[in-house]
Structures are given as C-alpha cells and as structure tokens.
C-alpha cells in the first residue's frame, strides 16, 4: 500500500529565505507526483505536476524535483513571500489508468513579514 | 472559464440521515474525482468517475457512493450519517489528454457536519 510522508510538519520562515519541502513515498511505482498548496478552509491548488519519467518542473519561483528511484520529492520555493503562507500537500498517482491520487499530510508554511 | 463549483459549500446533518453533494466540473474535463479531508486522516481518496463510469475506489464503505451524468456532472450520496463523517469533502476534474492531463483542479469543497 502506497503511503506518502512530508517532513516537516510545519515551518516558519523570514520573508526573502529559500526553502525546501520533502516528500517521500514508498512505493517507487507511480506514474506522476503533484504538488499542491491549500489555504485554510479552501480547496488546493495544483501547482507543479511531474511525470514519472521527468527529473524536475519549474514554474516561476518554485521548482520540484523527482527521484522516483528512492522515492522522494523536493519543492523548492525560492525568495519567500507573506503570500506562499499555506499548506503544502504532495500527492502520487499509482498508474496510468485514472486519477486516484495517495496525499502526504501537507507541510504547513508559514512566512514571517 | 468557469472552474470547479461544489454545492452546497455547508451542511449540517444529524445522525442517521443521509446527503447528497454535488460538484460540476471544468467545462471540457470528463474526470472526476471525490476526496474526504479530516485533521486527523489528511486528504484520502473517495472514488473517481469518466465518462459515466466508475474507474477507481478508494477504501471506504459501501455507504459512500457516487455518480456521474451525461454532462460530466457528479454526485457524492453518504446514506446513515456517522458522526466520523464529518469533513470536508472535495471534488476535483481534469483533462484526460493534452498538456494539461492529469493536472488536478479542486473545487472549494462542501464541509459537511454530522451531529
């Protein structure tokens, strides 16, 4: 059975700094990874999608990367704003055939002014 | 372009009863997908619909059950509320070719309270 973890939990950090979230899963067997931010009491927000044959996607100020090998993904935000305060979530896709989505608990930023 | 819309965004219900959500996709996606979200069990997925047609289950019981129209349109039915179910539940469609296939996009949810 597929499970997803985030270290960490939560992080706290001064606007300006670069970051970096963790994602681990541990069936290497996915067909690709999303990541997401959800702010509170709303739904979430795709932000970077990268299929299982991809190393990395970039999308503005934020990058992610894949090691489907060893089962782990990074999102990288870099220059920190009061706006990227929310939840995090990584979530895998087990195959080709449908959307079924395994999430991680999410990783709660917060980013100090 | 309109994006996902759930209704109805709040519910209470008591014990017993039973509730139907509703979520209309993205104009174009035929995908559908059901989540539960609690503090306690994160984001776990419910089932997902395409074309009318079950395609994937997530581990829940028989209480929990969907559908999905001619018009992509999808419906969640929870019969004999439990208090555990309390959560909010989210809807989410995507294109299922193109560039931007797979890509999730999530509706803001119905939170459903069981009292």
């Known amino acids: 059975k597929q499970e997803v973890t985030q270290i960490p939990a939560a992080l706290s950090v001064p606007e300006g700094e670069n970051l970096v979230l963790n994602c681990s899963f541990t069936?290497?067997?996915?067909?690709?990874l999303q990541w997401f931010r959800q702010d509170p009491g709303k739904g979430l927000t795709s932000l970077l999608l990268?299929?299982?044959?991809?190393r990395e996607q970039t999308s503005g100020r934020l990058n992610a990367s894949l090691d489907k090998s060893s089962g782990r993904s990074t999102l990288y935000i870099a220059a920190s704003q009061p706006g990227d305060s929310a939840t995090y979530l990584c979530?895998?896709?087990?195959?080709?055939?449908?959307?079924?989505?395994?999430f991680g608990p999410g990783t709660r930023l917060s980013v100090l002014p | 372009k309109a994006g996902v819309t759930q209704t109805p965004r709040y519910l209470i219900k008591t014990r017993g009863q039973q509730v139907t959500l509703s979520c209309s996709p993205i104009?174009?996606?035929?995908?559908v997908s059901w989540y539960q979200q609690t503090p306690g069990q994160g984001l776990q997925f419910l089932f997902e619909?395409?074309?009318?047609?079950?395609?994937n289950k997530g581990n829940f019981p028989g209480r929990f059950s969907g559908r999905q129209f001619s018009n992509s349109r999808s419906e969640m039915n929870v019969s004999t509320l439990e208090l555990g179910d309390s959560a909010l539940y989210l809807c989410?469609?995507?294109?299922?070719?193109?560039?931007?296939?797979?890509?999730?996009?999530f509706g803001a949810g119905t939170r459903l309270s069981v009292l």
């Open positions: 989410a469609s995507s294109f299922e070719t193109g560039k931007a296939k797979n890509i999730q996009y």
């Open positions: 069936d290497s067997a996915i067909y690709n």
């Open positions: 990268i299929q299982s044959s991809q």
């Open positions: 979530a895998v896709n087990p195959d080709n055939y449908g959307q079924n989505f395994v």
């Open positions: 104009s174009g996606h035929r995908s």
């Open positions: 619909y395409f074309s009318e047609t079950q395609r």
